[in-house]
């Protein structure tokens, strides 16, 4: 717009997991502008129609790539303007800070664009990104599915009641590869987040049907979610650094929605090992998931079958990790 500040559209929903912001970072950077010039409109087909899904943890990758494209678009448009009107190459023209650099002369983004406005210039752009080099043959069983690999590990310790079955997370730590964070301290809270929900999965979040098939865990009291006091004391989340994206996303990031999710593996590990240490010979024991108590009993009960006859744990809760 006239007064320097940027508008996008683009295909992506904003579910609470920071889209908007990493889109608007992506814009602002790109125009060399303030966040607080870019302003982001709720998704709206009349004006991206055909979206992708936001799914898969491709939002960023998709969505930040097409509207990286159009600001690029834009920025071209201007800076070739700033060098014809202040005649100097196009090398020589910079946006940064709100401001545009043309040789020696500086003046506001704000200018320039009412002045390439005045000279019909337009001001709005389209901008399209489809994820390169991925196919897959069904038939042949041959291609590439995926675009790129996410990497990370975590190291869990629990504590567990040999009496009750129960369980407590006491401490997480992780490493996860973000590539080149667009926004550390949202992939931090996705990282925390998704792992807490894989714990959720992992340890108490049961589905139950009656035997006319009816679901009988059907509501918060029944089907158990992670709450608050399921966050660990201790938990510590670290971002790979140095470790930029070998393939061309955006700013050569990855995603972090849905990978940290199978970082909680370790919690049932944990488990498991914690029940094994129950056990005169350490075997390691059956456990399913979800690991709820009664799941826990059984398999501690399996444990002091095979060594012992019957459970004989040490005094007090035991921990693994």
């Known amino acids: ?11 992506g929903t904003e579910m609470g997991q920071g889209l908007f912001t990493k889109v608007a970072q992506i814009v602002a950077h790109e125009l060399g502008l303030p966040l607080a010039a870019v302003r982001v409109s709720a998704t709206d087909t009349s004006k991206v129609p055909n979206t992708a899904a936001t799914a898969a943890s491709s939002s960023t ?3 930040g790539k097409a509207a990286q494209a159009a600001a690029r678009a834009i920025r071209e448009r201007l800076a070739q303007f700033a060098a014809e009107t202040c005649r100097v190459d196009l090398a020589e023209v910079g946006f940064r800070d709100g401001q545009v650099f043309a040789g020696d002369r500086r003046f506001t983004f ?10 019909r210039i337009c001001l709005s ?15 042949a069983l041959q291609g590439r599915p995926f675009f790129y690999y996410a990497y990370g590990a975590a190291v869990s310790e629990v ?14 730590d992780i490493l996860h590869d973000a ?64 470790q930029p994206n070998r393939e061309d996303t955006i700013y050569r990031s ?4 849905e990978p940290p999710l199978m970082l909680s593996i370790s919690t049932l590990l944990a488990i498991r090992d914690a029940i094994a240490s129950c056990g005169s010979r350490g075997e390691l024991a059956e456990l399913a998931a979800p690991a709820t ?27 693994a990790a």
């Open 254 to 257: 990855k995603a972090v929605g």
């Open 179 to 242: 590539g080149n964070s667009v926004n550390r301290a949202i992939d931090l809270g996705q990282i925390e987040g998704g792992f807490l929900q894989g714990v959720g999965w992992l340890t108490s979040e049961e589905l139950w049907w009656s035997s006319a098939g009816e679901l009988r865990t059907h509501a918060p009291s029944t089907y158990k979610i992670p709450t608050a006091r399921d966050w660990p004391p201790h938990f510590s989340v670290q971002l790979l650094d140095d």
């Open 1 to 11: 717009y006239t007064d320097g500040t940027v508008l996008v559209n683009h295909g």
């Open 159 to 172: 504590s567990l009641d040999v009496l009750t079955g129960e369980t407590q997370l006491l401490r997480v």
């Open 61 to 63: 990758d998709l969505n």
């Open 125 to 139: 752009s389209t901008g399209y990104y489809r994820t390169p080099k991925i196919g897959w043959d069904k038939k």
């Open 110 to 119: 704000a200018e320039l664009v009412q002045q390439a406005n005045a000279a």
């Open 293 to 319: 108590p009664e799941a826990v009993l059984r398999a501690l009960a399996a444990v002091g079958a095979r060594t012992k006859g019957g459970i004989e744990p040490p005094a007090g809760a035991v921990t």
